[in-house]
């Protein structure tokens, strides 16, 4: 059974930078064709699809917050960590990762993490 | 980036009655291979999102045969043959055929 768990802070303040880290169990980072993402989703909002670390180390940004994030993977501990610095109370959002299928799609989520920013 | 616009954003359903939504991008999801990008999801009250189809009309895996994908290019529909208790939560698809992946804004089903 494939599963991922985000894990992380719960409470941040402005400026800070925000650490999380995904969890997978069920599949290897070093499977071809799969990957993991990172999606956030702002309270009552829609879906925001952050990054992406394929299987060989390829690594796709958002373009929008591309310069305040950066993935990377630990194959050995099977973990995948997103940061993002210079955290706004607008990035108040449960933050979820996914394993992709070659870029086709998100199967299956984390349960999600809430992040709240505020001072 | 593509953007996804759904409708409607609420529907509210009978039980036992057929749902539909409609999505549409702002462009061609096709792909030289003859694959739709577009996948449909269904984000349960307090739950993560769950991959309903893929590849616009595949069934997911373990997904009930009352759900089923069709369209192809910027025209998506996702319908609900007979709509169940347990459907309701938010709709939601998705474009891959760009790496920046994008969503659309949500469709909430709920029961009458």
């Known amino acids: 059974q494939v599963t991922l768990k985000e894990s992380g802070p719960v409470l941040m303040k402005p400026t800070e930078t925000l650490t999380l880290t995904c969890t997978v169990s069920g599949f290897s980072l070093t499977n071809a064709r799969m990957g993991v993402s990172w999606i956030r989703q702002p309270p009552g909002k829609s879906l925001e699809w952050l990054a992406h670390i394929f299987s060989n180390d390829e690594i796709i940004y958002s373009t929008s917050l591309k310069s305040r994030l950066s993935i990377s993977k630990d194959t050995s501990k099977s973990q995948v960590v997103l940061s993002m610095t210079n955290m706004d109370p607008v990035d108040t959002a449960t933050y979820y990762c996914?394993?992709?299928?070659?870029?086709?799609?998100?199967?299956?989520w984390g349960r999600g993490t809430l992040v709240t920013v505020s001072s | 980036d593509i953007v996804m616009t759904q409708s409607p954003l609420s529907l509210p359903v009978t039980p036992g009655e057929p749902a539909s939504i409609s999505c549409r991008s702002s462009?061609?999801?096709?792909?030289?291979?003859?694959?739709?990008?577009l996948n449909w999801y269904l984000q349960k009250p307090g739950q993560s999102p769950q991959l309903l189809i893929y590849?616009?009309?595949n069934r997911a895996s373990g997904v009930p045969d009352r759900f089923s994908g069709s369209g192809s290019t910027r025209d998506f529909t996702l319908k609900i043959s007979r709509v169940e208790a347990e459907d309701v939560g938010v709709y939601y698809c998705m474009q891959a055929l760009q790496t920046s992946i994008t969503f659309g804004q949500g469709t909430r089903l709920e029961i009458k």
């Open positions: 590849l616009a009309s």
């Open positions: 996914a394993r992709i299928l070659g870029t086709d799609w998100l199967d299956p």
């Open positions: 462009q061609s999801l096709m792909h030289s291979n003859g694959n739709n990008y």
